[in-house]
């Protein structure tokens, strides 16, 4: 077997950060009260539906079955994480929610 490429590795090393930095921002923002677990779970679970749906249509198959795999991984790791530690704390403001008048 040849060995990958410079370009496929790099490629990979990319794919690989993106997916830990996923994570790591996800289970910040759960943590943080930002974002429900269950919301996160489910946009993961819907990003695994739309990966399932296109599956015969995919020029790499495996790659789209490994890909499903590592959502699947990425939504059990958010399921197991501990709940946000909010008590003694406000929780945030939800983004959008400010009602201050335009200058005048």
């Given amino acids: ?3 990958p490429s410079d370009q496929v590795i790099q ?5 690989e950060a993106a997916l830990w930095l996923a994570e790591s921002l996800i289970l910040s923002l759960v943590r943080a009260g930002i974002l429900e677990k ?8 819907a990003a695994i ?3 399932r749906s296109v599956l015969p249509e995919t020029p ?3 790659i789209a079955r490994l890909a ?3 959502l699947s991984a990425l939504g059990n790791s958010i399921a197991a994480s501990p709940a946000p530690q909010l008590e003694g704390r ?3 403001k939800r983004l959008g929610t400010s009602r ?3 200058p005048k």
């Fill in 90 to 92: 406000e929780p945030p």
């Fill in 68 to 70: 499903i795999g590592m």
């Fill in 60 to 62: 790499s198959p495996e």
């Fill in 38 to 45: 269950q919301t996160a779970i489910e946009a993961i679970e």
């Fill in 11 to 15: 490629h990979l090393a990319e794919a």
């Fill in 100 to 102: 201050r008048s335009a």
């Fill in 49 to 51: 539906e739309a990966k």
């Fill in 1 to 3: 077997m040849a060995a």
